[in-house]
């Protein structure tokens, strides 16, 4: 069973860089048609989706972040990571990395979570 | 604001069955695909449904999902007191290109 777990600086300043990794275990990042995203919580709010790297090596972002993020894969140490630039306090949240199915039919279906780590943007 | 829309909070009795609903529009539930998940208190969320109404292994068939047009709705039957969590629908916006959730619902169950 593949497991997900986030790492990486729990303070960030305003206006530097956030950045994360997500180490996947019980199984190979560049193995298999999959989904490997990004999904962010704020304090007592809801699911914000970041933005996925895909099988193939695409990206994709959502919209909204796009002009501040990057999201990539070493396949090396299998993990892929999430970098967001310019941060300010509306980044403060919890970050979880998510991975599809094979038996899922969209991008929209997070099968395996991490446990999410707590990122706080504050000088 | 979310393009799905979510009741804030729905509550029920231990036994009883609730449902949760997900209102959206053509540009996302009625022609995506629908998953809902569950998040305890504390902890990261767990996919409950998948593709408007299938189960992952390990899920009670307790839990149910259906898609009608542009609305979805989990249901639980048999409630339990560990059931009590939030719960999130998601589906892919077509006129956003982005995979959206919606506000979330807090069940209760009394």
């Known amino acids: 069973q593949v497991q997900l777990q986030e790492s990486g600086p729990g303070l960030v300043k305003p206006s530097q860089t956030l950045s994360l990794t997500c180490t996947v275990s019980?199984?190979?990042?560049?193995?298999?048609?999959?989904?490997w995203s990004w999904i962010r919580q704020p304090p007592g709010k809801g699911l914000e989706w970041i933005g996925y790297t895909s099988y193939s090596g695409s990206t994709y972002y959502n919209p909204s972040l796009k002009s501040r993020l990057t999201i990539s894969e070493d396949t090396s140490k299998n993990l892929f990571s999430l970098s967001l630039r310019s941060v300010t306090a509306a980044d403060t949240a919890v970050y979880y990395c998510?991975?599809?199915?094979?038996?899922?039919?969209?991008?929209?279906?997070?099968?395996?979570w991490g446990q999410g780590t707590l990122v706080t943007v504050s000088s | 604001q979310s393009v799905l829309t979510q009741p804030p909070s729905v509550s029920a009795a231990p036994g009883q069955k609730v449902t949760i609903s997900c209102s959206g529009s053509t540009s996302n539930i009625e022609y995506n695909f629908v998953s809902w998940y569950q998040q305890l208190p504390g902890t990261a969320p767990q996919i409950l449904i998948y593709d408007n109404d299938q189960r992952p292994s390990g899920i009670p068939d307790r839990f149910s999902g259906s898609k009608s047009g542009t609305s979805a709705t989990l249901a639980i039957t048999g409630l339990q007191t560990g059931d009590e969590a939030d719960y999130y629908c998601?589906?892919?916006?077509?006129?956003?290109?982005?995979?959206?959730f919606g506000g979330g619902t807090k069940l209760t169950v009394l």
């Open positions: 998601a589906t892919w916006d077509s006129d956003l290109s982005v995979n959206v």
């Open positions: 019980g199984g190979s990042i560049n193995s298999g048609d999959y989904y």
């Open positions: 998510a991975r599809d199915s094979r038996y899922c039919s969209s991008t929209s279906c997070f099968y395996y």
